[in-house]
């Protein structure tokens, strides 16, 4: 293998896999952590030192063998290492704003059908958009917004635009776990096959609440 192709991790099928959890799509993001460390690197972003070094952080995670980190950065919708490495293109920026991330990530419970979940909770009373948003969280564009300064916001929240969920902030947990509380079990008579999809949405609230210092991060893959 070049030294260049991602790690690919092997399962040793004499040895069970690891609990959902393990695999989660859902992250635990130290917001205020990542973004200071970004903010650092963008001020160099106008300089070709600057821009290598970012480089090379990414590539680094992106070549990872650790599997923590594989399992989120094998979702990110990215350009190859090879890729940033042959040209620079400043698409790369939302990009490795994305792989960034991973060194800020801590697994979460997960849900194991984002799309059942938002359709079941509709039909529990949610709105279309309250049900999304708990299911696939909220742009990516707004994490940027709420956390980045003016200057990033302006880069890098348009490389964001599409297909960049998600992620939620307190609110959007606490907002959450109260419409959970509130629920009337009867509600589940005839919905049954809800109950382990809003058991999984209600833990991977509670880890968010219990961080309080952290935000959620989701993807859907």
């Known amino acids: 293998m070049q030294a260049s192709e991602r790690v690919r991790l092997v399962v040793d099928p004499d040895h069970p896999a690891r609990p959902r959890v393990h695999q989660s799509r859902a992250w635990l993001l130290d917001a205020d952590a990542f973004h200071d460390e970004f903010e650092l690197l963008y001020r160099e972003a106008d300089t070709a030192e600057g821009i290598a070094r970012m480089r090379w952080m990414a590539t680094q995670l992106w ?24 040209d620079y293109d400043p698409s790369h920026l ?45 742009e990516l564009t707004t994490l940027v917004a709420s956390f980045a300064s003016d200057v990033v916001v302006s880069d890098i929240a348009p490389q964001l635009m599409v297909g960049c969920r998600g992620w939620l902030d307190d609110e959007d947990v606490e907002l959450g776990l109260d419409r959970l509380h509130a629920l009337d079990p009867a509600a589940f008579r005839h919905q049954q096959p809800l109950v382990p999809l809003v058991e999984e ?21």
């Open 94 to 138: 939302g990009e490795w704003y994305r792989v960034l991330m991973a060194a800020h990530l801590e697994p979460a419970p997960s849900l194991s059908d984002p799309r059942a979940l938002r359709d079941g909770l509709t039909a529990l009373g949610w709105t279309p958009t309250e049900a999304r948003r708990l299911a696939y969280g909220r």
């Open 201 to 221: 949405l209600h833990a991977m609230l509670l880890a968010e609440r219990a961080s309080a210092d952290r935000v959620l991060l989701l993807l859907d893959g």
């Open 63 to 86: 070549r990872s063998a650790d599997e923590a980190i594989h399992r989120y950065v094998d979702l990110l919708p990215t350009s190859s290492a090879d890729d940033w490495e042959a």
